[in-house]
């Protein structure tokens, strides 16, 4: 099938090769695209959170290389995909250099196409009232609106052009950014990892931030 132009130039895998921290700030704006059968779904990435690896006790690295954490060792560039609570799965990217662990969570879409799609694989009745924020915002909203799961996708190569699921770049946005404290975690759960877009209604949990609380825990990037 033939991919729309804007959705069709995938990152490098140069893009992923770099500390977690600085490849989740830059994928915000970037659009996650997944092909499915002869549909195209996608979303602009407006939220995420960055895991780095053996020294941070948040992350699944943390205790070493497993089974089911290897992606989070490398190459960069692969999905990394985990259940959670017995019924979620949350998408990730794996980052650094290979041997060395790092991953970003995809935690929030804007959707931009396949809605439709992504309304039916939530179960929710689509018409000109729904409210998109159902489909994308959070990563087990997120994930399952673009039918992802361990079994279908755990070690995917987000740069091969064989692969049905990608992050495809968009040079005309810059979003403005939002850092703050990561959320839904115990472990670390002071450290400045999660980036948001600034305004973006499709972000999930805490967004709208009180000046005294910016000052405190949240930086504002142009």
Not at 59 to 78: E, L
Not at 82 to 92: K, L, Q, V
């Amino acid at each position: 099938m033939k991919i729309p132009a804007e959705f069709a130039q995938r990152l490098p895998r140069s893009f992923y090769d770099r500390d977690p921290r600085r490849v989740g700030r830059d994928l915000l704006g970037k659009i996650l695209v997944r092909r499915d059968g002869t549909k195209i779904l996608a979303g602009r990435i407006v939220e995420v959170e960055a895991y780095l690896g053996k020294d941070d006790p948040a992350a699944h690295s943390y205790g070493g290389k497993t089974p089911r954490n290897a992606v989070m060792f490398g190459p960069p560039g692969f999905v990394y995909v985990y259940f959670i609570y017995g019924n979620h799965y949350c998408f990730n990217v794996s980052c650094q250099p290979e041997g060395v662990a790092g991953a970003v969570l995809f935690r929030a879409l804007e959707p931009l196409a396949g809605i439709p799609e992504m309304a039916e694989s939530r179960g929710i009745p689509f018409d000109g009232a729904t409210d998109l924020r159902l489909l994308t915002r959070g990563p087990g909203r997120m994930a399952e609106a673009l039918d992802i799961t361990r079994e279908r996708d755990n070690g995917k190569d987000l740069t091969s052009a064989a692969s049905d699921i990608w992050i495809a770049e968009d040079t005309a946005r810059r979003p403005r950014v939002i850092v703050t404290p990561r959320i839904g975690i115990t472990k670390a759960a002071d450290r400045p990892l999660r980036y948001i877009v600034a305004g973006n209604r499709f972000v999930s949990g805490p967004k709208v931030i009180k000046p005294k609380v910016l000052l405190k825990r949240s930086i504002v990037e142009p």
